[in-house]
C-alpha cells in the first residue's frame, strides 16, 4: 500500500505553497554552499536560521528565543555551537544581571558582509535565468504577499 501511494504522486496539486517552499529550499541550499565556499565552514541551514534572528548589532538572549520559534534548548545548542565557532558573544545583560545579550564577534559580522554578497550574487543569477523584468515582477508579487500577510497580523512586515 505503501509502496503503492509513493509511485502515485502526479495527482498531486501543483499549488503556489508547494513552489515557494521548493524555491526557499533550494535558495537556502545554495546560499548555505557559497557560504562555506566562502570560507565558513561552521555555516549550515540550521544556524542560518537563527543568525537571521540576530540584529547586527545584537539582542537579548531571551527575546532571540522568541523570534526563533524553536524551543530554548535548541536555540542555546545553537547559540553554544556558534559562540565555540567564534561567531558570536554571550555577554552578561547590564540591565538584567540574570540576562544574557547575543552579539556578532569581527568573525561573525566578516560572515555578514560575506552573506550579503553572496545574497546578491544569487540573485544577480536569477535574474541571469529569467530576467529582469519577470524578476522585478517576481519581487513586487512577494513584497505584496508580505505586505498583506503584516496587515492581517496587525505588524509591519519585516524588511531584511
Do not use: C
Not at 27 to 33: D, G, L, R, V
Not at 34 to 39: D, E, L, S, T, V
Not at 93 to 102: A, Q, S, T, W
Amino acid at each position: 500500500m505503501v509502496k503503492e501511494l509513493d509511485e502515485k504522486t502526479d495527482g498531486l496539486p501543483d499549488h503556489v505553497g508547494w513552489r515557494l517552499w521548493q524555491a526557499s529550499r533550494a535558495w537556502q541550499a545554495e546560499f548555505a554552499a557559497a557560504m562555506r565556499a566562502a570560507g565558513h565552514a561552521w555555516f549550515s541551514e540550521a544556524r542560518a536560521g537563527l543568525l537571521g534572528h540576530i540584529p547586527r548589532n545584537g539582542t537579548r538572549q531571551s527575546a532571540l528565543i522568541e523570534r526563533a520559534a524553536t524551543s530554548k534548548q535548541a536555540v542555546q545548542q545553537l547559540l553554544d555551537g556558534l559562540e565555540a565557532e567564534g561567531v558570536l558573544e554571550r555577554l552578561p545583560d547590564p540591565r538584567d544581571g540574570r540576562g544574557k545579550l547575543v552579539r556578532y564577534t569581527r568573525k561573525g559580522l566578516d560572515a555578514l558582509r560575506d552573506g550579503d554578497r553572496i545574497k546578491l550574487q544569487i540573485e544577480r543569477s536569477y535574474i541571469d535565468r529569467i530576467g529582469e523584468q519577470r524578476f522585478a515582477a517576481l519581487m513586487d508579487a512577494l513584497r505584496s504577499l508580505d505586505a498583506e500577510q503584516g496587515d492581517a497580523s496587525g505588524e509591519a512586515p519585516a524588511s531584511k
